[in-house]
């Protein structure tokens, strides 16, 4: 059962990495990570199909040997969080929904940007 649940697990955050892939602004790599995780505790064949990915292996490796986000992945996910929060601003979100972004947004950025390139 919990083999199952696993590859059942892998195979939706890949399908949500995908679609992060298209859509600006759902995250790819955090969903592929869980994948590789999930992979690791269900299916090695998945899993070193995912690793050895031409596009999206390099950053899961990175990752997994040395917590390492890349200099332009942490670039777009800051400016994305930026572009997010100037679009709350001009659309005129509440103080309190603004706020939260600031707060969640801010700690997540500070998270990414302290990581190794």
């Known amino acids: 059962m919990g083999k199952v649940f696993y590859l059942t697990l892998g195979w939706c955050a890949v399908a949500l990495g ?18 590789a995780f999930a992979f690791g505790n269900s299916s090695p064949r998945a899993r070193a199909w995912l690793i050895d990915h031409a596009h999206f292996g390099p950053a899961i490796r990175d990752w997994e040997e040395r917590g390492a986000i890349s200099r332009r992945a942490k670039t777009l996910a800051v400016s994305m969080m930026t572009l997010v929060l100037a679009v709350s601003l001009i659309l005129g979100a509440p103080w309190w929904v603004v706020l939260a972004q600031v707060l969640l947004m801010g700690a997540g950025a500070a998270f990414i940007l302290t990581r190794p390139d």
């Not at 995908?18 to 994948?35: D, N, Q, S």
């Open 18 to 35: 995908l679609l992060g892939v298209i859509l600006p602004v759902l995250p790819t790599t955090p969903f592929l990570l869980v994948a």
